[in-house]
T-cell receptor, first 116, second 111 residues
Framework: GAVVSQHPSRVICKSGTSVKIECRSL??????MFWYRQFPKKSLMLMAT?????????EQGVEKDKFLINHASLTLSTLTVTSAHPEDSSFYIC????????????FGPGTRLTVT | GEDVEQSLFLSVREGDSSVINCTYT??????LYWYKQEPGAGLQLLTY?????DMKQDQRLTVLLNKKDKHLSLRIADTQTGDSAIYFC???????????FGTGTLLAVQP
């Protein structure tokens, strides 16, 4: 149980375009979803925390207008990278928490974004 | 501030034990976690320990927690080539459910 999927797994886009990444909890309802970014040979950096039906809470230094997060339902959160640039190329990973305050997060398989 | 440190690389021979170390700074962390990441994949939760424990064993995995020194370790007994991956420790930041990840340790298992 507790499976999280991401789509697409890989995406290549041109500079200036926008890309949407979906994160779905397949067999449970996620109160909270998290979006992380992983640079090559670096740790995961938390970008934002989203709760269903409310605005996402962004970490310091993360541009809200560039990384749009929508958490429209208890099973789906989306991250849209707007006006993507090559420096946005990265591995984006989402996770979902079953219950508010429950420590365990279930991670998606990640999305490799390459901006040319 | 919140900062979690790990050594970057560990190489062991197949069959030996591996010990991956982690230091953290947030003394209020309730849970501490170990995750495994294989190339190009997401994270797999390996094990976790509650902050009022000092040891937890789960098959080949042993987690040791020294809360006084804010030091966490993961021991993998009888390391196999399939254990080759990046291992991340993570602390839960207060009551926010946020995870603060360590820098990751690349474990290379030599046959």
């Amino acid at each position: 149980g507790a499976v999280v999927s991401q789509h697409p797994s890989r995406v290549i886009c041109k500079s200036g375009t926008s890309v949407k990444i979906e994160c779905r909890s397949l067999d449970f309802q996620a109160t909270t979803m998290f979006w992380y970014r992983q640079f090559p040979k670096k740790s995961l950096m938390l970008m934002a925390t989203s709760n269903e039906g409310s605005k996402a809470t962004y970490e310091q230094g993360v541009e809200k207008d560039k990384f749009l997060i929508n958490h429209a339902s208890l099973t789906l959160s989306t991250l849209t990278v707007t006006s993507a640039h090559p420096e946005d190329s990265s591995f984006y990973i989402c996770s979902a928490a079953l219950l508010a305050g429950d420590g365990e997060q279930y991670f998606g398989p990640g999305t490799r974004l390459t901006v040319t | 501030g919140e900062d979690v440190e790990q050594s970057l690389f560990l190489s062991v021979r197949e069959g030996d034990s591996s010990v991956i170390n982690c230091t953290y700074t947030d003394s209020s962390s309730t849970y501490l976690y170990w995750y495994k990441q294989e190339p190009g994949a997401g994270l797999q939760l390996l094990t976790y320990i509650f902050s009022n424990m000092d040891m937890k064993q789960d098959q080949r995995l042993t987690v040791l927690l020294n809360k006084k020194d804010k030091h966490l370790s993961l021991r993998i007994a009888d390391t196999q080539t399939g254990d080759s991956a990046i291992y991340f420790c993570a602390e839960e930041a207060g009551a926010t459910n946020k995870l603060i990840f360590g820098t990751g340790t690349l474990l290379a298992v030599q046959p």
